[in-house]
């Protein structure tokens, strides 16, 4: 099947306004895109207002009937996420959906955010997780979308201690994967005014074995080369989560071995990943 087959079947979401963080590149690009080729309202939150203006204006090319707002929104700086929020609250607070899609990989090693958190721990999870209680505090009847990992079904140990930059940048990016995993199930279990997915876009790039030592790294890229798919197809996913016929608490990953890559399909969340200890 072809993602443009795929697509055919997927209903138009009639101008329903969904809010997109990371919006402007890779996933959350395509995402973009997939939404309004469907109708969608799409509000774009993005740390560039330069970049996200370009953007914008190169999606109207392709869909000069788009409804297209943009919103400020750096997830590492909390003075950022506040006002995102207030913005939110006054403009766009008619939302049906919020997708966290944005997220880093391999930021310099040791840089830290403003509030001295390493990068990749602040950006995936403290300043997402400060953004969704300012939303659930305010809004109700909501769908939130949270952006998971394969390689957060790792092993995390009970003692890890998520604020320390002593882990490998792939580590880090391990942690903060499976603290998004324990807020999605923790938003779940706890909070009955919402609905809660979690998804996984499978594997898209090679730069996933940055962060190891020789010959694992050329191994892993070998094996990438082999086991991933297109960025298109792995924000199929997150489109899927947004549809009417997904519910709150599924558990939503490509198809295809080792959920590395294939059209989207809903699983049973494992309960080895309730790490509800990582919720801190």
Same mark, same amino acid.
């Not at 895109?33 to 309202?41: I, S």
């Not at 700086?77 to 006002?83: C, L, R, T």
């Not at 966290?100 to 403290?126: D, F, V």
């Given at each position: ?55 914008? $204006? $190169? ?32 403009? #766009? ?48 009847? &909501? ?22 930059? &002593? ?13 998004? $995993? ?9 909070? &009955? ?35 991933? #798919? ?13 549809? $009417? ?36």
């Amino acid at each position: 099947m072809s993602i443009n087959k795929y697509l055919s079947h997927i209903p138009s979401f009639n101008n329903k306004k969904i809010l997109v963080t990371g919006a402007t590149a890779g996933i959350g690009l395509s995402l973009t895109k997939q939404l309004l080729n469907k109708d969608a309202h799409v509000v774009m939150l993005i740390r560039n207002i330069e970049k996200g203006e370009k953007v914008k $204006e $190169e999606l109207l090319e392709q869909y000069p009937n788009a409804l297209i707002d943009i919103v400020k929104y750096d997830q590492s700086d909390y003075e950022s996420i506040d006002q995102a929020f207030i913005e939110i609250k006054e403009k #766009h607070n008619d939302f049906y959906a919020f997708v966290a899609n944005a997220g880093i990989l391999y930021p310099p090693k040791g840089k830290r955010s403003k509030q001295n958190n390493p990068l990749t721990i602040e950006t995936n999870y403290l300043g997402l997780r400060r953004m969704m209680d300012y939303l659930l505090s305010s809004f109700k009847n &909501k769908r939130y979308v949270l952006e998971g990992s394969v390689v957060a079904g790792t092993k995390i140990k009970k003692d890890t201690d998520i604020y320390s930059d &002593k882990y490998s940048l792939f580590k880090q990016y391990n942690i903060s994967k499976a603290c998004v $995993e324990a807020l999605f199930y923790h938003y779940y279990i706890v909070n &009955k005014d919402n609905e809660f997915l979690l998804t996984e876009p499978g594997i898209t790039s090679s730069d996933i074995f940055r962060g190891f030592k020789q010959p694992i790294k050329s191994l892993g890229k070998a094996f990438v080369k082999i086991f991933s #798919h297109s960025v298109n197809k792995a924000s199929l996913t997150l489109l899927k989560a947004l549809l $009417e016929d997904s519910q709150n608490g599924d558990y939503i990953v490509p198809r295809g071995i080792f959920t590395f890559m294939g059209y989207p399909k809903k699983k049973s969340f494992p309960n080895k990943r309730k790490r509800d200890f990582l919720y801190k």
